[in-house]
């Protein structure tokens, strides 16, 4: 029995891109097509099928530890960066500011689809969700350069709408224009979740 969902939510790729370096400078390059393979996109800094662990799961491993690469791909919506840039006052975000791997748009509140959800293109190439990525300072920095003043508030107003991460499950050829269906994990949510998150 198949344990996903294809949904009736579509997204269209309106945007593709890659950091060469994050620690030197968090700003995408932008692509027209992008070619997944397993150890996510080449050239892209956060490739590769092991990483090593940072603040994100101090809770499971010290700083540092080799694990599996499950953040080789961040995706964001564009709905939820139009009102990130509202509430900077920003008239226009270059998803480029924030590293972005792929912008869409189509899936209400993109930022919370569930954990292991699939987004899946005409290609084939899939990608599985991890989990939501939470903003940090880093694109502060780039924003701050090209829009001076809006820098600081950036991970605020970006709470809750920083996207996801993902890493490939199945190779393929993503263009922009593209548009990618998202499956969804046939499981209820699970009964002590508020209690474990208490």
């Not at 599996?68 to 840039?85: C, D, V, W, Y």
Request: hydrophobic share 40%; net charge negative; aromatic share 6%.
């Amino acid at each position: 029995m198949p344990a996903l969902m294809p949904t009736d939510y579509f997204a269209e790729v309106l945007w593709l891109g890659r950091v060469a370096d994050s620690v030197e400078n968090l700003r995408s390059e932008p692509l027209e097509e992008m070619d997944l393979d397993f150890d996510g996109v080449a050239g892209e800094c956060h490739a590769g099928l092991t990483r090593k662990s940072c603040s994100r799961v101090l809770s499971q491993h010290p700083r540092g530890t080799e694990i599996a690469n499950s953040r080789q791909i961040s995706i964001l919506s564009a709905e939820e960066l139009e009102t990130i840039a509202d509430d900077l006052g920003i008239e226009e975000f270059d998803p480029a500011w924030v590293g972005a791997s792929m912008i869409l748009r189509g899936i209400p509140n993109f930022s919370h689809i569930p954990p292991s959800s699939r987004l899946q293109a005409d290609s084939g190439a899939t990608i599985v969700v991890d989990m939501e990525n939470r903003p940090c300072v880093l694109p502060a920095r780039v924003i701050e350069v090209e829009s001076p003043g809006h820098g600081r508030a950036f991970k605020s107003a970006a709470q809750g709408k920083r996207g996801v991460v993902g890493w490939v499950e199945r190779e393929g050829l993503v263009r922009v224009g593209d548009v990618l269906r998202l499956h969804i994990p046939d499981q209820p949510v699970w009964s002590e979740l508020a209690n474990a998150r208490a």
